[in-house]
Structure formats: C-alpha cells, structure tokens
C-alpha cells in the first residue's frame, strides 16, 4: 500500500495515500468563527470549500509550522473534500500494513492512531484516515457528509 509520510513535531506518521487527491502548500485560509483550535480554517480547492484541520495542533496542541516544508493534503471525504496540515509532508513510502505493530499501552485519546513500524532508523505511527473523519465527525458533533 502507497502511504504519504509527514510529521508533527518530532514524531513521524504515515497514511494511506488512496484517497489523497493532491498536496498543496499550505496557504493562508479563510478563519472559521467557531469551531476547536484544530479547525485551522478553509481553503478554496478548485472551487470547492475545503475544511483544513491541523494535524500538529490537533495531536501536539501546537500549531504546524508556517514553514515552506508545512503542506496540505487535500483528500476526498464524502462528497467533497478535506484537507490534512502536516509539517514535512515530503515522501511516499510503500510499508505492507502488516508491518505495523499495535501498541498497548497507545492512549485511546486518539483512536485513529492504529500502530507502529519499526525500521530503517525511523518509527513511524500509521494515521487512519477512517477513524480520524469518524473522531473529527464526533468531536464536531456530527456531519452530513
């Protein structure tokens, strides 16, 4: 499985890049007037709205980056698009989901965290895009998409 690698802060994660449309540097947004700190704001895509979420500031409570390595993955959800802020969004690796390893004593704070690979000098958390649109739906209370 193709995944995209990306980082918050020191530590490394990898998703499944099947439904990842295109990464674009991270533009400024339009601010949201409500909403939690991880709701970074909205992004024109193509004529589309796209919600932006900041993936730093949503697992580390800071912030991404404003750097020129901080990016944006615009993925399909629904009907429409999201988009996922990272720092260092820089490469695609190819790691059989197998490889990954259950941590038990991972905090269920995130349950979209969903294991660990351990090698080439790197460890890396794989990121459930599924579980993490059904944690972002419940912590917004619910979506129609």
């Not at 193709?2 to 339009?30: D, H, K, N, W, Y």
């Not at 629904?78 to 820089?90: D, F, S, Y």
């Not at 294991?115 to 419940?138: A, P, S």
Request: glycine fraction near 8%; proline fraction near 6%.
């Amino acid at each position: 499985m193709l995944q995209v690698a990306f980082s918050t802060g020191e530590s490394r994660f990898v998703m499944s890049a099947q439904t990842l449309i295109e990464i674009v540097p991270a533009v400024p947004l339009s601010p949201l007037t409500t909403g939690p700190s991880f709701m970074k704001g909205m992004l024109q895509y193509r004529g589309s709205p796209c919600p932006v979420i900041d993936l730093n500031q949503l697992i580390r409570q800071e912030p991404s980056a404003g750097a020129y390595h901080t990016r944006i993955m615009v993925m399909t959800y629904g009907t429409g698009v999201i988009g996922l802020m990272a720092e260092q969004v820089n490469e695609t690796l190819q790691i059989d989901q197998d490889k990954f390893k259950e941590d038990p004593l991972q905090e269920k704070k995130f349950p979209f965290l969903d294991g660990w690979y351990y090698g080439d000098d790197q460890n890396i958390q794989f990121l459930d895009q599924k579980k993490l649109l059904i944690f972002l739906e419940k912590s917004l209370g619910g979506c129609d998409e």
